[in-house]
């Protein structure tokens, strides 16, 4: 059995063979070169961020439907990887097609996802404010992540994600509680819409890489559907993300990706997450919202009026 301590690698250099003694594997190569080396039923969480074929520099773009069956392919192999009480989280966007229509992933995922026999329990909204601003169509300021699991007995550890209520103080009124606090003294349960920063220059976790996961938002789904010293796969693995969230709270970890650039960045953020030392936004950090006193949140009068709408008025903001 795996154990934290006795490992004497703590991370494994860029590999092409996949470790189940390693506490991060971290594979250079095809999703499925390194799915294929994880023995049956032995991941506990498979979490990731597929290309979504819209042309970014670390994808080519394809014919959908034949993206698709790449999606089915990657699916399959960590469906079989998959431990009995596993999870499989797939965060995903639109597809944009070139005349800019738009598919959106989850509902194609769903459809796989169903046919493997798998359950979905979450289609969990993750909502962002910041992006680029569509002329054609409405900015787009949110993307899903879908959870299924692999069957009706899975490991949901609720409380180690629990928030704080918004009225805490709020005591029942009448009947046998009456006079007593309504709350659950854990906190209450986070909801399926996350409204957590994108990674955008200014943000700490920021590296070379264009579409990286916030830490958080990883962290998050390995408390809630992981134990300590479990495996969590990420297939697609970029520069690293959920690995670190997996090391973090002593959970393994192991990932794909073609790139070396994004590899190498992958494994100093991983060997900075097991000293403690990852520059990160923390779990449950309040969005910032500007103080409307700020100058840079007044609207220069050499602009003019704009569209008349007060100038506090915060309703494009969500959850201001
Ligand atoms: C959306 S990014 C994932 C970013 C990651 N979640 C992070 O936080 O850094 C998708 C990644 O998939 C990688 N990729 C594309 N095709 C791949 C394949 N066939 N096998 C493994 N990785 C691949 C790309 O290089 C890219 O880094």
């Known amino acids: 059995m795996f154990s934290m301590e006795t490992t004497t690698v703590p991370v494994q250099s860029t590999v092409t063979r996949y470790s189940p003694h390693a506490r991060a594997t971290i594979?250079?190569?095809?999703?499925?070169?390194?799915?294929?080396?994880?023995?049956?039923?032995?991941?506990?969480?498979?979490?990731?961020?597929?290309?979504?074929?819209?042309?970014?520099?670390?994808?080519?773009?394809?014919?959908?439907?034949?993206?698709?069956?790449?999606?089915?392919?990657?699916?399959?192999?960590?469906?079989?990887?998959?431990?009995?009480?596993?999870?499989?989280?797939?965060?995903?966007?639109?597809?944009?097609?070139?005349?800019?229509?738009?598919?959106?992933?989850?509902?194609?995922i769903y459809q796989i996802c169903k046919k493997l026999g798998m359950k979905l329990r979450n289609r969990i909204i993750w909502c962002f404010e910041h992006g680029l601003h569509c002329k054609n169509r409405l900015s787009g300021r949110y993307e899903n992540i879908v959870w299924f699991t692999k069957g009706d007995d899975y490991v949901f550890n609720l409380d180690t994600i629990r928030v704080p209520q918004k009225y805490p103080g709020k005591k029942a009124f009448k009947g046998p509680r009456k006079g007593q606090y309504t709350c659950n003294p854990l906190g209450k349960n986070p909801g399926d819409v996350w409204v957590i920063p994108n990674v955008k220059h200014n943000h700490v976790e920021k590296t070379a890489h264009p579409c990286q996961f916030p830490i958080e938002l990883v962290e998050r789904l390995i408390l809630a559907l992981t134990n300590e010293n479990d495996l969590v796969v990420d297939p697609y693995l970029g520069v690293g993300s959920a690995a670190c969230a997996a090391i973090l709270h002593k959970r393994r970890a192991a990932g794909a990706d073609l790139s070396a650039e994004y590899l190498e960045l992958a494994k100093q953020r991983i060997e900075l997450a097991t000293q403690g030392k990852l520059p990160r936004r923390p779990l449950g950090k309040l969005v910032y919202v500007p103080?409307?006193?700020?100058?840079?949140?007044?609207?220069p009068k050499e602009l003019g009026q704009g569209n008349g709408r007060h100038p506090y008025d915060q309703s494009h903001l969500l959850f201001a």
């Open 27 to 108: 594979f250079h190569g095809d999703r499925l070169d390194l799915l294929k080396q994880i023995p049956d039923r032995t991941a506990r969480l498979v979490i990731t961020s597929p290309p979504y074929n819209i042309g970014k520099k670390y994808e080519k773009r394809l014919l959908f439907e034949h993206y698709l069956e790449q999606q089915e392919e990657t699916l399959k192999a960590a469906h079989r990887a998959l431990a009995d009480n596993g999870s499989l989280c797939w965060q995903v966007g639109n597809h944009v097609s070139t005349d800019g229509e738009i598919f959106p992933l989850d509902i194609y």
């Open 291 to 299: 103080n409307p006193g700020d100058t840079i949140t007044k609207r």
